[in-house]
Nanobody, 126 residues
């Protein structure tokens, strides 16, 4: 499985941004795609997870309300929409695939993930 996050850059506080993650290679049909971020000097944290098979999503409380995940099933592409960006959203954002935890998206996000892509840097200026 190969995956790559795209769409990062320098944005202003209050802006919105949509990141993309393209998944390729052999994989199970029933997998979850997780979005993570790592801010400078901090540990990586999971933000959201979406099921490839049915599009159901799970969000961590820290981002709920400002972040939406979605997918284009036919294009094997996943999206992370971040609204009302804040300087504290500055981080490298990663996507990852989990093939183990099935529909348990919360568990997949917190302890799963088998394949990781290279991240994309989002910098939010105040």
């Amino acid at each position: 499985v190969q995956l790559q996050a795209y769409g990062g850059g320098l944005v202003q506080s209050g802006d919105s941004l949509r990141l993309s993650c393209v998944v390729s290679g052999e994989r199970q049909e029933d997998y979850a795609l997780g979005w993570f971020r790592q801010a400078p000097g901090k540990e990586r944290e999971g933000v959201a997870c979406i099921s490839n098979s049915d599009g159901k999503a799970y969000y961590e409380d820290s981002v709920k309300g400002r972040i939406t995940v979605s997918r284009d099933y036919g294009k094997n592409t996943f999206y992370l929409q971040i609204n009302s960006l804040k300087p504290e959203d500055t981080a490298v954002y990663y996507c990852a695939v989990d093939e183990e935890y099935g529909s348990n998206l919360r568990l997949a996000l917190r302890v799963g993930m088998d394949y990781w892509g290279k991240g994309t840097l989002v910098t939010v200026s105040s």
